[in-house]
């Protein structure tokens, strides 16, 4: 079974940096994309960053410039990091790949959740 765990959230002052990190373990063989997304209180849930396994990224426009997503093959984890934290990024910052893995004797694709990280920015 393959799980995702995020760490790294926290409190910090506007203009601060955070550096979010997912650990994906299991049986993988790849993952073929990760992303970071965010859900404020009383909103959706919205991308903020991805990655696929070629290195093509794409941010949302809102943090386009002050957050980085970044990939340890090695390791299986990513990272964001956010600088230049603003109040409006206060969230539940979720990590999300598409797995390749193991599952006893046969191969699946599946798309895998953290449980999230709190990040708040105070004013």
């Known amino acids: 079974q393959v799980q995702l765990v995020e760490s790294g959230g926290g409190l910090v002052q506007d203009g601060g940096s955070l550096r979010l990190s997912c650990a994906a373990s299991?049986?993988?063989?790849?993952?073929?994309?990760m992303g970071w997304y965010r859900q404020a209180p009383g909103k959706e849930r919205d991308e903020v960053a991805t990655?696929?396994?070629?290195?093509?990224?794409n941010y949302a426009d809102s943090v386009k410039g002050r957050f980085a997503i970044s990939r340890d093959h090695v390791k299986n984890t990513w990272y964001l990091q956010m600088n230049s934290l603003k109040p409006e990024d206060t969230a539940v910052y979720y990590c999300?790949?598409?797995?390749?893995?193991?599952?006893?004797?046969?191969?699946?694709?599946?798309?895998?959740w953290g449980r999230g990280t709190q990040v708040s920015v105070s004013p």
């Open positions: 999300n790949a598409a797995v390749k893995a193991f599952r006893g004797t046969s191969i699946s694709q599946q798309e895998y």
């Open positions: 990655l696929t396994s070629v290195g093509t990224t």
């Open positions: 299991g049986d993988i063989i790849t993952i073929n994309y």
